[in-house]
């Protein structure tokens, strides 16, 4: 088969599209051909070696979508043809944690894409319990482009924080995945959304994904653009994906009682805390990772009715990876960008 995949770690030209072995498949494992697959900025830091993969060389790529062209003999959930959808989220099932039903907290919980081979690929083997069916009538190229984020988004805003109408949530760079995802839950739920990205067209976005304040944070503080719109009072939620550059801009733009919560730190992971900011204002810091497979049927149930947009800025050829990865290190344009392998894009499809 045809794979993307890369022999060591650095940047984006370490990067091959070319003939890898063809995937074998467990007794519960399901052979699935590859339609599409969807970019994270995971697959960027995975590549620069942060982790560094268990096998070399490595096929990156979290999320995928594609069609059952193999069974192991233990599956019984799947057969040959039937339209699926990857979860990247691998457990043990057996951890205290999986055992209450928390299976991204599990003791060994790995990523596809991240801590094995992953789905960017001609064909992919994965386990039965990380597909789910992807209904007739839902394209590839956009169920690819939301699992990761769409599960991490809902987690964060309804399990860890549980928003609901009554709540004010800021969302950092509300135009890339999780940012775009974020804005969309908490205004499905009623909230108060305010959103900040680095340009007026990303901005857009945001506001077409339904934000009621855009805070351009390249021509004033966020913090303080939040402060000025509640008339000091803050928020009562900051979504915080960006890490050491926001970290104490976000502390301050909470209100009193909030919340300040966290999936990923893009722009450092040691920040200064200002640590009287947090037990004077009486703060909740929260981290989260992932989603359970619950969480995962809630809010893709969603994207698949239309509730939840996916928004993908291009769609490429497998063997075009290098350009994707670059698009996502310079932060150019939003939404996600998605892979196809060579012999199925078609531009004509994609205009």
């Known amino acids: 088969m045809k794979a993307i995949y890369y022999e060591e770690h650095g940047s984006a030209d370490v990067l091959e599209y070319g003939d890898f072995s063809d995937p074998e498949i467990g007794p519960e494992e399901v052979l699935v051909e590859i339609e599409a697959g969807g970019l994270n900025h995971l697959d960027v830091w995975t590549r620069k070696g942060m982790p560094s993969p268990e096998e ?128 969309q839950i908490a205004v499905n739920e009623g909230c108060e959304v305010f959103a900040t990205a680095s340009s007026e067209a990303k901005l857009d976005l945001a506001r077409e994904c339904g934000a009621d304040h855009l805070i351009n944070y390249e021509e004033r503080d966020f913090d303080k653009a939040v402060k000025d719109l509640t008339d000091g009072r803050g928020v009562d939620v900051v979504v915080d994906h960006v890490g050491e550059a926001t970290w104490d801009n976000s502390l301050s733009a909470a209100a009193s009682g909030g919340s300040v919560v966290t999936c990923g730190a893009t722009s450092g992971v040691s920040p200064e805390t200002n640590i009287p900011k947090v037990f004077w204002k009486q703060l909740d810091i929260l981290g989260s990772t ?62």
């Open 56 to 183: 070399m060389p490595h096929i990156p790529g979290s999320d995928g979508a594609g069609v059952v062209s193999g069974v192991g003999e233990r599956v019984t959930r799947f057969e040959e043809g039937d339209r699926v959808l990857v979860d990247p989220g691998l457990y043990c099932g057996e951890c205290e944690f999986c055992r209450k039903g928390e299976q991204s907290m599990c003791v060994d919980y790995k990523m596809i894409g991240e801590h094995v081979r992953g789905v960017h690929s001609e064909f992919a083997a994965v386990p039965e319990q990380n597909l789910l069916e992807l209904p007739e009538g839902i394209d590839f190229t956009t169920a690819a482009s939301a699992p990761l984020v769409f599960q991490t988004a809902w987690r964060m805003l309804m399990t860890r924080v549980g928003i609901d109408q009554s709540d004010s949530v800021l969302v950092l760079g509300a135009s890339g995945g999780v940012g775009h995802a974020c804005v």
């Open 290 to 351: 992932m989603g359970t497979p619950g969480e995962m049927d809630e809010v893709m149930a969603k994207v698949f009715d239309g509730t939840f947009e996916p928004h993908i800025r291009e769609v490429l050829p497998m063997s075009e990876v290098k350009r994707a990865h670059e698009m996502l290190e310079s932060r150019e344009g939003f939404g996600s960008v998605v892979v196809v392998p060579d012999e199925k894009y078609d531009p004509d499809d994609y205009e």
